[in-house]
């Protein structure tokens, strides 16, 4: 049975795709803000720009019966240069390029909103006859960095590839390491009623990613005019790593009457 799509039926089942897709990201609670515009530290843009392989590596990366992610594998593949003849007859060499961290298969994107506490305002309004209005001001600059879980081969590759699928699964703009500049400030007021002491907490959110990277021993093999990836020796490892938020706090107030 043949189906053909439509304009209008193609659109729609697009729709469905790019709904799904939507479904399964990350909701963002209402006591966390968007700090980017007030952020008196620009952070730089973390986005891991998708590596495009040449002709060539495609080939070679479909002749793999291992799958190949790691950008600076694909890029080393896009600097090579293999010139091969038809009159190459018997002609064979293996050329070793390493061990390399593969892919990285994600299992879990989970949120921590309260990751690390990155600042407190506080007003004593004990004393006062009616509420205090206070709200959030960083009160000294605070990096927030993340990292992996455990020791692990070729880390900073694994970190990478690692960063692409959290940013993917979790629709966040994440990276491994964020600012909050002194003197960022944000409107939103917060009371503070009479006789009671306020408290108001900022958290930089982190994201918790786990999953597992393949590592393998990579061959190019030349064979006449034929050119392949092999992979020996693959093994497997779990991994897991916080991957902080980039320019969000969340935050926690409260009201009380003695000291915290």
Do not use: C
Request: proline share 6%.
């Amino acid at each position: 049975m043949l189906t053909i799509l439509t304009p209008v039926s193609a659109e729609k089942e697009k729709k469905k795709q790019v709904d799904k897709e939507k479904s399964h990201l990350v909701v963002i609670p209402n006591s966390v803000t968007n700090i980017a515009k007030e952020n008196t530290y620009p952070n730089p843009a973390q986005d891991m720009p998708k590596l495009q392989p040449s002709e060539l590596t495609q080939e070679l990366i479909n002749s793999s019966k291992v799958k190949i992610e790691n950008p600076d594998l694909i890029r080393m593949l896009n600097e090579s240069t293999v010139n091969s003849t038809p009159f190459a007859l018997g002609y064979k060499a293996i050329v070793y390029l390493g061990q390399w961290p593969l892919n990285y298969e994600s299992t879990e994107t989970a949120p921590n909103w309260e990751y690390q506490k990155i600042n407190t305002n506080f007003y004593d309004n004990r004393g006062g006859k009616a509420p205090y209005q206070i709200h959030y001001a960083q009160e000294v600059q605070k990096i927030v960095r993340g990292g992996l879980t455990a020791k692990i081969p070729s880390a900073e590759e694994v970190k990478k590839m690692m960063l692409v699928k959290a940013t993917q699964n979790s629709g966040l703009s994440l990276g491994f390491e964020t600012v909050i500049g002194i003197g960022t400030k944000k409107d939103h007021v917060y009371n503070i009623p009479a006789k009671k002491l306020g408290y108001l907490y900022g958290y930089a959110p982190a994201v918790n990613e786990k999953g597992k990277v393949t590592y393998g021993e990579v061959y190019l093999m030349l064979k006449g005019s034929k050119k392949t990836i092999v992979v020996k020796n693959v093994t497997s490892q779990g991994i897991g790593a916080w991957i902080p938020v980039q320019d969000h706090v969340s935050f926690g107030f409260i009201a009380s009457d003695k000291p915290r």
